[in-house]
């Protein structure tokens, strides 16, 4: 089994920043793209960024500049940089990982639990 445990989530006020992380843990011979994704109340859940294996990187329009996505391989950890942040982020912030246990298996999705994210005005 694999867990994505995210932290790093809270209350800030516009125009601040915050810095969420994600660690995969568990049995894991190689995790492809991992990615955060985002859910507003009364919205669906959306695409922030996602980040590859090699480190390439897409992101929503509405964070480019904002935003930034980066990995760290060897703890198997995806960090989100977010600065200039208001109060249209304000949303749970959910890890995406894609991830096989051994060569020859499948890769599988996983999600973390969700860190809260509030942008007070």
């Known amino acids: 089994q694999v867990q994505l445990v995210e932290s790093g989530g809270g209350l800030v006020q516009a125009g601040g920043s915050l810095r969420l992380s994600c660690a995969a843990s568990?049995?894991?011979?190689?995790?492809?793209?991992m990615a955060w994704y985002r859910q507003a109340p009364g919205k669906e859940r959306e695409l922030v960024a996602t980040?590859?294996?090699?480190?390439?990187?897409n992101s929503v329009d509405s964070v480019k500049g904002r935003f930034t996505i980066s990995r760290d391989n060897a703890k198997n950890t995806v960090f989100l940089q977010m600065n200039s942040l208001n109060s249209e982020d304000t949303a749970v912030y959910y890890c995406?990982?894609?991830?096989?246990?051994?060569?020859?298996?499948?890769?599988?999705?996983?999600w973390g639990q969700g860190t809260q994210v509030t942008v007070s005005s």
């Open positions: 995406y990982a894609r991830v096989r246990f051994g060569n020859s298996d499948p890769y599988r999705s996983y």
């Open positions: 980040i590859s294996s090699s480190s390439n990187i």
């Open positions: 568990g049995t894991i011979f190689s995790i492809s793209t």
